[in-house]
């Protein structure tokens, strides 16, 4: 059983930093392309940032230059490094992993999500 855990959200202050990291373990095979995605109340749930296995990234207008996503593919793990936060990055973000496993073929999965809150 293939489980995305993740890690790092909190309360920050605008302008602040956060380091999201989420770790895939269970049967895995390969993992292709992984990504992180937010939710805000009362919105749909939308891409931030996605990085391939090869390490090709792709972010959300928003938050160019100022959200990293890098990945280490010895130990399974994605991470989002947030700078310069703002209250409108406020959201639920959640691990996205597209993963062949034994048994299961090839899937996307998702983490449980952790809350990201920016305020004063």
């Known amino acids: 059983q293939v489980q995305l855990v993740e890690s790092g959200g909190g309360l920050v202050q605008p302008g602040g930093s956060l380091r999201l990291s989420c770790a895939a373990s269970g049967g895995i095979i390969n993992i292709y392309a992984m990504g992180w995605y937010r939710q805000a109340p009362g919105k749909q749930r939308e891409l931030v940032a996605t990085?391939?296995?090869?390490?090709?990234?792709n972010y959300v207008d928003s938050v160019k230059g100022r959200f990293t996503i890098s990945r280490d593919n010895a130990k399974n793990t994605v991470y989002l490094q947030m700078n310069s936060l703002k209250p409108e990055d406020t959201a639920v973000y959640y691990c996205?992993?597209?993963?062949?496993?034994?048994?299961?073929?090839?899937?996307?999965?998702w983490g449980q999500g952790t809350q990201v809150t920016v305020s004063s």
């Open positions: 996205n992993a597209d993963i062949w496993t034994v048994g299961r073929g090839r899937r996307d999965y």
């Open positions: 990085i391939t296995s090869g390490g090709s990234t």
